[in-house]
């Protein structure tokens, strides 16, 4: 009876690695988005997808950050050349629609906690 | 850009006190209006949300109004609990209304 699940919870990786980070949203979710959460922050968008297409990839930081979604069901968020500034929460949420619209109404994942050393 | 400011924590109230948590949004449009709720230990979660002018969200005895004229949802709570402590987030859509931007968080603590 799955929640959003994120794999892996906690990721320990040294400066300068590559990452990957997974998102297994709910069944049926149409929208998935993407978040980064630092310490005592909101949550900051990064990318949101609707179907398998990223219909608003604005809040990606820089293009060592990309995700796909290619079957429109599970995300991977992808990031190369990992920094120290990379570490924090990323959050997956996913979301249904309703008349095709977006609700607003997320459904959280609990996190993949990044370390950057 | 659409932009959240919420109060800043952490709050410290004792059991069956009244809350407020202050929230403002800027916007071009009308964006829809969300409190979520993360209980510790616990993913974000929606606690209520409101998507047009004068409409009261309500969910757990909270609260808010979308006040248009003071671009406010400031979020209240007549009685609070201790399983109330959890830290809240203001949120709105953006302009696109597909992207959902959240405030800094208000940590909420409740003694018994």
């Known amino acids: 009876g799955a929640g959003v699940s994120q794999t892996p919870s906690n990721k320990v990786t040294e400066k300068g690695k590559y990452v990957e980070l997974r998102c297994d949203p709910i069944s049926g979710h149409t929208a998935l988005y993407w978040y980064r959460q630092s310490l005592g922050q909101g949550p900051e968008f990064l990318i949101y997808?609707?179907?398998?297409?990223?219909?608003?990839d604005s809040g990606l930081p820089n293009d060592r950050f990309f995700a796909v979604r290619p079957e429109g069901s599970v995300s991977t968020l992808k990031i190369q050349r990992t920094e120290r500034g990379d570490s924090a929460v990323y959050l997956c949420a996913s979301s249904p629609l309703t008349g095709g619209k977006v609700t607003g109404e997320l459904f959280f994942g609990e996190g993949s906690r990044l370390t950057v050393l | 850009g659409n932009s959240v400011t919420q109060m800043e924590g952490p709050v410290t109230l004792s059991e069956e006190a009244f809350l407020t948590i202050n929230c403002t949004y800027t916007a071009t449009g009308y964006p829809s209006l969300f409190w979520y709720v993360q209980y510790p230990g616990e993913g974000l979660q929606l606690l209520l949300k409101?998507?047009?002018?004068?409409d009261k969200g309500s969910n757990k005895g909270f609260e808010a109004t979308y006040r248009k004229e003071t671009t406010s949802f400031h979020l209240e709570k007549g009685s609070v609990q201790v399983s109330d402590s959890a830290v809240y987030f203001c949120a709105s859509t953006y302009s696109s209304a597909s992207k959902i931007i959240f405030g800094s968080g208000t940590r909420l603590s409740i003694r018994p």
């Open positions: 997808f609707q179907g398998t297409g990223a219909a608003d």
């Open positions: 409101a998507t047009k002018a004068d």
